[in-house]
């Protein structure tokens, strides 16, 4: 099996553990209910779009430093994850934010910055697309 194979079946039952965790083993929370398990999920995809954003960060410096494509082909890879997960964020977050604090948006300076690192990096696509890359 290549690295690869293993990783992703490693990612794979992580994910199923956690699910069995958060569902099954975390108690129900007094005055949110359900609802607070999605912050478990809400929290660690967030860090994880921080993470994706800073490798496609480095690369992209890489990439116009060194002119290596495979430095482009990471930077974008990672960049589609960023906003694959970032989705999530922003709909995961106002779920919980509307039982947390009985609203769905409060533009705060996190959420808002969260929603323009989202739309900047949807421009990036579109600019790559329209550029022809």
């Known amino acids: 099996?290549?690295?690869?194979?293993i990783l992703s079946v490693l990612v794979a039952v992580c994910l199923f553990v956690s699910l069995?965790?958060?569902?099954?083993?975390a108690e129900i929370e007094q005055t949110m209910l359900e609802v607070q398990k999605i912050f478990y999920y809400h929290v660690s995809v967030a860090l994880t779009v921080?993470?994706?954003?800073?490798?496609?960060?480095?690369?992209?410096i890489l990439y116009l430093i060194r002119r290596n494509e495979k430095h482009d082909m990471i930077a974008v890879s990672s960049a589609e994850i960023g906003v694959v997960l970032c989705t999530i964020v922003l709909t995961t977050g106002p779920i919980w934010a509307r039982y947390a604090?009985?609203?769905w948006w409060n533009?705060?300076?996190?959420l808002t910055s969260t929603l323009?690192?989202?739309l900047m990096y949807v421009g990036y696509f579109i600019l790559r697309c329209g550029l022809g890359y």
Do not use: K
Not at 1 to 5: C, K, V
Not at 50 to 60: D, H, I, M, R
């Open 20 to 25: 069995y965790f958060v569902f099954g083993n």
């Open 107 to 110: 533009w705060e300076a996190r």
């Open 101 to 103: 604090w009985n609203t």
């Open 116 to 118: 323009i690192m989202w």
């Open 1 to 5: 099996m290549s690295p690869i194979n």
């Open 50 to 60: 921080f993470v994706a954003f800073g490798v496609t960060c480095l690369f992209s």
